[in-house]
């Protein structure tokens, strides 16, 4: 599988050698504004070869695997609960995979909890706004009322 490298703000990627660790961090100015995919090819001072995909996200996104749980409060007073797996989380959001479709709009809130698979097993209590919908695929942003949350900075760091 080839290894994601994220561009910085200041248009630079950091390389490391599978083979001995070795970094290198340089300038990818060329490529941090192209639409599609990019692979680069790195060749290590060790002398091993290896390639490595670019990703332009202006954040890091952590996949995982995490059980939980939503509850939906609708703008007529409908509401509706169910069981989801977070699939990735980053600072400003979560991406989503409930248990079956729902018929949820751009803009609607989800309550979420789930557990990190930390030591401590951190229980997250979010209120997340629904950014995108593809089936039951659910793309959220941590809504503006929520506090930073310490734990999930921590977790997105080890």
Request: aromatic residues 8%; positive net charge; charged residues 30%.
């Amino acid at each position: 599988m080839t290894d994601r490298v994220f561009i910085t703000r200041d248009d630079t990627a950091t390389f490391i050698c599978p083979k001995c660790g070795n970094t290198t961090t340089a300038d990818v100015s060329q490529y941090a504004y192209l639409t599609k995919r990019v692979r680069v090819k790195c060749v290590c001072s060790c002398g091993e070869r290896f390639e490595v995909i670019l990703e332009k996200r202006k954040q890091y996104r952590k996949k995982t695997n995490l059980p939980g749980s939503f509850v939906y409060y609708g703008q007529k007073g409908e509401m509706d609960k169910g069981l989801m797996t977070v699939l990735d989380i980053s600072s400003n959001g979560l991406k989503l995979k409930l248990n079956e479709a729902r018929d949820f709009r751009v803009g609607d809130i989800l309550k979420v909890e789930f557990q990190l698979d930390d030591k401590r097993r951190t229980p997250i209590r979010k209120k997340v706004i629904i950014r995108n919908i593809n089936k039951n695929m659910v793309g959220t942003a941590f809504s503006p009322h929520e506090a930073e949350d310490p734990a999930l900075g921590f977790y997105l760091l080890s």
